[in-house]
């Protein structure tokens, strides 16, 4: 069954990843850009964890065995251990509790996948198989990387801040519209994001529909 593509914010929000090797590594890896506050639970640690501990303030390691106390205020749990036991009850503990649970590589206990991830800025593209295939998925995720010129990113942010005046300066959507496809259009036309101070000189000179 295909899984709908819900975008939440994650900034802020508590998540819970319960085992310290190479498979939460990569979990935590991927979570780290959208601002979540992780919390990891295992006896054992990872260096590579570590290291990403050390670097980023809002990632809290605790070195013990996982305790069903840990759930308290999670919005989401991932359960990457090698105790499939362990998984299991965690999988049915947060779907008592109503919380978002993943369990790494057993979709039966999963409650979300975790998407293979396009991030460029605040422009993100998920892709999921609906846990059948993550193989093909990696590889249609590297497809699209590769078809995403790499200043879209910024030219995202520069059309999020000129945004309002956009909005102020037209009447119509259709209008807005227009001005858009100039931009992304210009921009296509030099191969790099248009500056804001570029955006408004089109904007308050007029334009013509490409």
Request: proline content about 4%.
């Amino acid at each position: 069954m295909a899984y709908f593509p819900f975008f939440i914010e994650l900034e802020g929000k508590q998540c819970l990843v319960v085992g310290g090797g190479d498979v939460a590594f990569r979990k935590i890896r991927e979570l780290i850009p959208f601002g979540v506050s992780i919390r990891i639970v295992a006896p054992e640690i990872c260096e590579a964890i570590r290291e990403l501990a050390a670097e980023y303030p809002k990632l809290t390691i605790v070195c013990r065995e996982y305790e069903e106390k840990d759930l308290e205020g999670m919005f989401f749990v991932i359960a990457a251990t090698d105790d499939e036991q362990c998984n299991c009850q965690i999988s049915e503990r947060c779907r008592q509790r109503r919380i978002l649970v993943n369990v790494v590589d057993d979709k039966d206990k999963c409650s979300f996948y975790f998407p293979s991830l396009v991030k460029q800025g605040d422009i993100v593209a998920g892709f999921s198989s609906g846990g059948n295939s993550p193989a093909l998925i990696k590889g249609l995720r590297r497809e699209l990387q590769e078809q995403i010129p790499e200043y879209y990113g910024q030219l995202n942010a520069h059309l999020g801040q000129l945004r309002p005046a956009v909005k102020e300066h037209f009447d119509t959507e259709e209008q807005r519209k227009q001005f858009y496809r100039k931009v992304i259009h210009r921009s296509r036309e030099l191969s790099r994001a248009l500056s804001v101070p570029e955006m408004e000189e089109i904007l308050h000179k007029g334009f013509t529909q490409n």
